[in-house]
């Protein structure tokens, strides 16, 4: 079994990130007053230093407020979306990818399941957010992904995991093998359950 985190992983940068800014430049003057608050949780995100708790709580009623702009539409907004990035997945993913990848996000997944089908990749878990009314009912990251994964295949051994994260280290630590992916480079960090070096 092989499982790929999505965002720097499969793709070439933060969806989630993007996505906003494909939102700014099609209503700057609507979007623009959201910037402060979402780049200062998404430095927070990146850094590891946000809970899931706070997440819902500080950026609920934010997310609720912006998706009113673009409800009616968003499903077409998220496929245009694709349409500009699906560039982004990297090479080194559609060199080996398999029919059975399973990907484990914190990408929405009315978002991710998108891209996921258009790659034929048919197995994923996700964050949980309703676009249309603006809610985050379940968010999929760090101990979370875990917690999702087991919910769906149980004790399954997990031959391989990809990611470019260290908030993946739960993801990690219940696979046998792990891989550090930078770009289009990727890098053993753990062979037979031992961890080869610390990310």
């Known amino acids: 079994m092989r499982v790929f985190d999505f965002d720097n992983t499969i ?9 906003f800014l494909h939102f700014l430049r099609k209503d700057t003057k609507g979007v623009l007053k959201y910037v ?3 780049f200062k949780g998404f430095l927070k995100y990146k850094h590891g230093s946000i809970t899931i708790d706070e997440v819902i709580f500080e950026y609920g009623s934010l997310l609720k407020e912006y998706c009113e702009k673009f409800a009616e539409n968003i499903e077409n907004e998220f496929e245009n979306f694709w349409d500009l990035h699906e560039q982004k997945i990297k090479s080194f993913y559609l060199d080996i990818q ?3 990848d399973i990907v484990v996000s914190a990408c929405p997944e009315s978002l991710l399941k998108i891209m996921c089908e258009r790659l034929g990749i048919k197995h994923y878990i996700c964050s949980q957010v309703d676009f249309k009314i603006g809610e985050i009912k ?4 760090k101990d979370k992904k875990v917690d999702l ?3 769906i295949y149980g ?4 031959d391989e995991f990809y990611t470019d994260s260290p ?3 739960p993801m990690i630590e219940i696979s046998r093998n792990a891989y550090l992916v930078k ?8 062979k037979d359950g031992i961890m080869l070096e610390q990310i």
């Open 167 to 169: 908030s993946d280290l």
């Open 149 to 151: 994964f087991k919910e």
């Open 11 to 19: 793709y070439d940068g933060e969806s989630g990130l993007d996505l």
């Open 98 to 100: 398999n029919d059975d």
């Open 138 to 141: 379940l968010i999929c990251y």
């Open 183 to 190: 770009g289009d480079k990727v890098r053993l960090i753990k």
């Open 36 to 38: 402060p608050k979402f």
């Open 155 to 158: 004790d399954t051994e997990i």
